[in-house]
């Protein structure tokens, strides 16, 4: 059944759905943009700031400042040095913090804000690079900005075009590209931004699997030629569920599960030989891939165990509740 989505219908469900239909009509607007002239300016501060020996200041005011908060971390935990100046504070001695290498991105929906003029005569005196992303090119951020990110004019959400809605949505949307396309140019990998990222569950996730791998004597083995008596005293030993199963020269020959014990459960089980009873294909892992990773192909899977391989030899073993007393899952 269709939702109803007309402005006379003030349910919360249909105020929801009008907003976000508002607020994607507006990126769309932005894509547009971009493709018809916006691309150029766009490309052109990717190259400024890439080329900078100093930071990213950014700066506005009210909620520009808010969203301008929000692109500075983000611009920061993703390769490139960046920090937020408020405007007023600016004016009161914290024009101190930039210097003439840094780069400064001033949000100004209007490009008339009265507490960013302090900021921009100094960007004017000490020639520092101004990126203004504003919606009017000729008001005053419009004419002083260096290089100019002239964003399309798009209805905002909220029912009065008051509050700042689906322009503080495109502020955001655009300050996230050119994070990303920054992070690209630099070739930022996730290793790079796991030192920005340390902490909580994110962290944990881009930890490696060598980082928490069981090996030597905690590994489960057995010798192909075994049988499966000694597989099963194996996996009661270690406590793992499983045993891996190597050739002789110790290649990766499979594994033994608890689930494969189960489908071949008969008395003369423990006389089998381990080939008899080994899955010859398990899941494998290198060691320097991420806890993620590894916790996708487990899901994925819907397996305990994953085995840790260099040039096909079993040197690892991480189990599922590993990866929960690491906090990745």
């Not at 269709?2 to 507006?26: H, I, M, N, V």
């Not at 930071?55 to 920061?76: D, E, N, Y």
């Not at 892992?285 to 916790?295: E, H, K, N």
Request: glycine share 10%.
């Amino acid at each position: 059944m269709a939702l109803p989505q007309t402005k006379s219908d003030t349910s919360p469900l249909a105020s929801a759905l009008r907003t976000l239909a508002t607020e994607r009509d507006g990126l769309t607007i932005l894509m547009k943009a971009i493709e018809d002239g916006l691309g150029e300016p766009f490309a052109e501060a990717v190259t400024t700031i890439a080329a900078a020996k100093g930071r990213v200041i950014v700066t506005g005011m009210g909620k520009s400042g808010h969203i301008g908060r929000k692109i500075a971390a983000t611009l920061a935990s993703t390769g490139t040095p960046a920090y937020y100046v408020h405007p007023g504070e600016a004016s009161h001695g914290d024009l101190g913090m930039v210097q003439p290498e840094d780069v400064i991105l001033a949000l100004s929906w209007s490009g008339e804000t009265t507490e960013l003029s302090d900021l921009i005569a100094y960007a004017k005196r000490f020639r520092v690079t101004l990126i203004g992303l504003t919606s009017n090119a000729t008001s005053t951020l419009g004419r002083q900005a260096d290089i100019r990110l002239v964003l399309p004019k798009a209805p905002e959400a909220c029912p009065n075009g008051l509050a700042p809605t689906t322009s503080t949505t495109m502020q955001l949307a655009l300050g996230d590209a050119l994070a990303i396309a920054l992070l690209e140019r630099r070739g930022f990998s996730a290793q790079d931004f796991r030192v920005f990222h340390p902490g909580g569950k994110l962290g944990a996730q881009l930890r490696l699997v060598r980082d928490i791998m069981h090996v030597g004597e905690r590994l489960p083995i057995v010798p192909i030629g075994a049988r499966m008596e000694e597989a099963i005293a194996e996996i009661s030993r270690k406590g793992f569920g499983s045993v891996i199963v190597v050739n002789e020269d110790g290649t990766l020959a499979g594994i033994v599960t608890d689930g494969d014990l189960r489908r071949h459960l008969t008395p003369d089980l423990p006389m089998l030989p381990v080939t008899a009873v080994m899955t010859r294909t398990p899941r494998t892992i290198r060691p320097d891939a991420l806890l993620a990773t590894a916790l996708e192909i487990q899901e994925r899977a819907k397996i305990t165990s994953l085995i840790v391989v260099e040039d096909n030899r079993p040197i690892g073993l991480v189990h599922f509740l590993d990866l929960l007393r690491a906090g990745v899952a």
